[in-house]
């Protein structure tokens, strides 16, 4: 009786164990290659062109990690483990990340189609409706006194319809300088005098503290439809504005190819760095493309274009690594294939 009682006794803590490896969540999360998919499922364009290849979006699977997951993390080459605090801020939850993240892929099409339907010369009309305060970065001059959701009119009398336009002007300025800020919160107007300041983590770089959004209505013909699902994060601006490009255009600029790439994409068609690029090599790479975009920073040292090559040369693949620091570099690139 006794022997049948330490059998179960170390049974139950045998899957206790087991499943406190495979089910208990660290405070870690784990970034691994994820998938290459064919874009041409996700962007529907009334009357659009055909084309033999195709532009795909790569991905970076990522989650919180068990402890089974953590080790093994440890032991494999592209996967990178990282303290759960620097994926998202302490208090947010992981649907509430997941929310924001969907925002940003939402974001990164909208500059996308803009790219796209400009560089396509067909009909595209933008209305701007406004640039509001996303958030007051702590320890900047504008913490006390702006708000979220506060919408900025006029910098030192100069209106403002696009964030971008706000934040030249500031950077243009030098430590010390004051700006008055003419905004509307709700349903009353104010003028706000905020100093300029150097940013606690970059020194060469002044501002008011303020992340910024522009609110903006974009229509197009013909009509474009995306569908990203549950992907998340901004990285696939640059992808999603060539799909729509060879979607609108007759010529077949995958030249029968199987194009890869990343980065963000700027309303101006500016491509932007993203995380984790060596991990969408290797996804890029086990998809079998051809081709692989990769900001190139200005040439910056360490920029994505140089990790992403030394991951290909890492893993032998035959793809092509392509710098792009705009979208026209990676335009030019596949029309002169």
């Known amino acids: 009786m006794r ?46 062109y055909p084309s033999e290849g195709d532009m795909h979006l790569v991905t970076v699977r990522g989650g919180q990690a068990t402890p089974i997951q953590w080790a093994l993390a440890q032991m494999r080459e592209y996967q990178e483990v990282v303290p759960l605090e620097q994926v998202r801020p302490e208090g947010i939850s992981e649907d509430e990340y997941f929310h924001a993240q969907l925002q940003l892929m939402e974001s990164s099409q909208e500059a996308a189609k803009v790219v796209a339907y400009e560089n396509a010369e067909r009909d595209i009309t933008i209305d701007y409706e406004g640039v509001f305060v996303v958030q007051a970065l702590e320890g ?84 474009v439809s995306v569908k990203s699902g549950d992907i998340g994060g901004p990285s696939a601006g640059l992808m999603f504005s060539l799909e729509m490009y060879d979607q609108l255009t007759e010529e077949d600029i995958t030249n029968g190819q199987e194009v890869c790439g990343t980065g963000e994409i700027n309303y101006e068609g500016e491509v932007g ?43 032998g693949t035959e793809m092509d690594i392509v710098a792009v620091d705009t979208f026209e570099d990676a335009l030019k690139y596949l029309e002169e294939l």
Do not use: H, W
């Not at 006194?145 to 030192?156: C, F, P």
């Not at 300025?173 to 706000?192: C, H, Y």
């Not at 983590?201 to 303020?210: A, E, Q, T």
């Open 273 to 315: 760095s993203i995380g984790g690029i060596d991990k969408k090599v290797v996804a890029a790479d086990q998809e079998g493309c051809d081709v692989f975009f990769a900001p190139n920073e200005g040439g910056a040292e360490g920029s994505n274009y140089e990790v992403a090559s030394s991951a290909a040369e890492n893993i």
């Open 3 to 48: 022997s049948n009682k330490r059998v179960i006794i170390t049974g139950i803590i045998a899957i206790l164990i087991v499943a406190f490896l495979g089910a208990y969540r660290l405070p870690f999360y784990i970034y691994k290659p994820g998938t290459a998919d064919a874009l041409e499922p996700f962007v529907e364009i009334d009357g659009s």
């Open 140 to 223: 900047m001059p504008a913490e006390e006194k702006l708000k979220a959701g506060d919408e900025i009119l006029s910098v030192n009398d100069n209106n403002i319809n696009e964030s971008e336009e706000l934040v030249n002007y500031v950077e243009s300025l030098s430590e010390g300088d004051k700006v008055t800020l003419t905004i509307k919160r709700g349903d009353e107007m104010m003028t706000k005098e905020i100093e300029v300041a150097p940013f606690p983590d970059d020194n060469n770089r002044v501002g008011v503290g303020i992340s910024l959004v522009t609110d903006r209505s974009v229509e197009v013909n013909p009509e």
